[in-house]
């Protein structure tokens, strides 16, 4: 077991990091905290000695990834209600805001790859090892999701605009 400094510790450091990982899949904020929680608990209760920071962040990474999908192939996920949530990240530009938006309405295998790539600066040689995919599967799914992105974040420029000459 992990002493409850180191814990404390990594929880403090890489909370945000889960949570926003977690939520990029599920979608539900009360989801995300479950399986932060879930996380940090396997990780107390793991032996797993890691060799540095980095070795931890990927760990918890791929532990937060099983979680959000075995969660999301559950009986129980599909029959619930979510809930409105106001703990999703909060950015101060509206562009910003709305970009993360449509991040978060693309579908999980694109929002996984989109969110390690872009928000938490990983490698694509890392995401593939943390994901368990090829390469090129990373590859492949960051080029569709931007695709999607483009088209999504554009329509809603589009919108706003209509919106504004409307008025």
Known sequence: MMDETRLSDAVAKHRTMVFRLAYSYTGSCEDAEDISQDVFLKLYQSNK?????????????????????????????????????????????????????????????????????????????EIARIMKISETAVTTRLGRGREQLKRTYSTADLKKEETLYES
């Open 49 to 125: 000695r890691f060799n540095d920071d980095e070795h931890m962040k990927a760990w918890l990474l791929r532990v937060t990834v099983n979680a959000a999908k075995a969660l999301l192939r559950s009986s129980w996920r599909k029959r619930r209600a979510d809930l409105l949530c106001d703990d999703v990240p909060c950015y101060q530009d509206a562009a910003n805001r709305e970009l993360f938006d449509c991040v978060m309405r693309l579908a999980p295998k694109y929002k996984a790859v989109i969110y390690m790539y872009y928000y938490e600066d990983y490698p694509v040689k």
